[in-house]
């Protein structure tokens, strides 16, 4: 399995970006998919997942700004940040949680919001 994260960059608060992961080993479409984030000292944090069936749990100080989402032509999942914040600068990772072998991560691609 392989997640290969991109997207992120620089942006200004009330900014956009589109973070896309792209699957390789596992077919996004009947998998359990997410996106968490962690910045430097603290713990990684779940900001988006997406459940075989359909289903969404988005972090408390994300929702209604960020949405999750497949693109299963290019097996992948994206995830569309709106309205974005300081506190949101942080590396992002790309997950995949496996039903018997556990969490597999991406590389990571860093988001920067600047005020």
């Known amino acids: 399995v392989q997640l290969q994260a991109s997207g992120g960059g620089l942006v200004q608060a009330g900014g956009s970006l589109r973070l896309s992961c792209a699957a390789s080993?596992?077919?996004?479409?009947?998998?359990?998919m997410g996106w968490y984030r962690q910045v430097p000292g603290n713990q990684r944090e779940l900001v988006a997942a997406?459940?075989?069936?359909?289903?969404?749990i988005y972090g408390d100080s994300v929702k209604g700004r960020f949405t999750i989402s497949r693109d299963n032509p290019k097996n992948s999942v994206n995830l569309q940040m709106n309205n974005l914040r300081p506190d949101d600068t942080a590396i992002y990772y790309c997950?995949?949680?496996?039903?018997?072998?556990?969490?597999?991560w991406g590389q990571g691609t860093q988001v920067t919001v600047s005020s």
């Open positions: 997406l459940a075989i069936d359909g289903s969404t």
């Open positions: 080993g596992i077919l996004v479409s009947i998998s359990n």
């Open positions: 997950n995949y949680a496996a039903p018997d072998s556990g969490n597999y």
